[in-house]
């Protein structure tokens, strides 16, 4: 059983930064790809970037809506994955969880593809 814990989240002014961790336990991942999505109160679920590894092979890709601001990372050692968020804006405010699955070389921005989830981190970016 996979287990994905994230933290990192808070309340934050406009421009300002933080970083999410997220945390596998349960097994390490030799290949993976991993998520970071988000939810708005009453918005739908929403990709913001994602990471894919296949032994040394790395591929990362990012919303449109984050590009330049945000950089999804990952610690091999620590088994965890992150999401620097710079630059911050009020309409980034959500629930960020992230999300991991077993290689399956498709689509990475689609939720309902990824087999395991965290509970969830609150980010709030105030104006």
């Known amino acids: 059983q996979v287990t994905l814990v994230e933290s990192g989240g808070g309340l934050v002014q406009a421009g300002g930064s933080l970083r999410l961790s997220c945390t596998a336990s349960?097994?390490?991942?030799?290949?993976?790809?991993m998520g970071w999505f988000r939810q708005a109160p009453g918005k739908e679920r929403e990709f913001v970037a994602a990471?894919?590894?296949?032994?040394?092979?790395?591929?990362?890709v990012y919303a449109d809506s984050v590009k330049g601001r945000f950089t999804i990372s990952r610690d091999a050692a620590r088994n965890t994955v992150y999401l620097q968020m710079n630059t911050l804006k009020p309409e980034d405010t959500a629930v960020y969880s992230c999300?991991?699955?077993?290689?399956?070389?498709?689509?990475?921005?689609?939720?309902?593809?990824?087999?395991?989830w965290g509970q969830g981190t609150q980010v709030t970016v105030s104006s």
């Open positions: 990471i894919s590894w296949y032994g040394t092979r790395i591929y990362i």
């Open positions: 349960g097994r390490t991942f030799s290949s993976a790809e």
């Open positions: 999300a991991a699955r077993e290689p399956i070389y498709r689509e990475l921005k689609d939720p309902t593809t990824y087999s395991y």
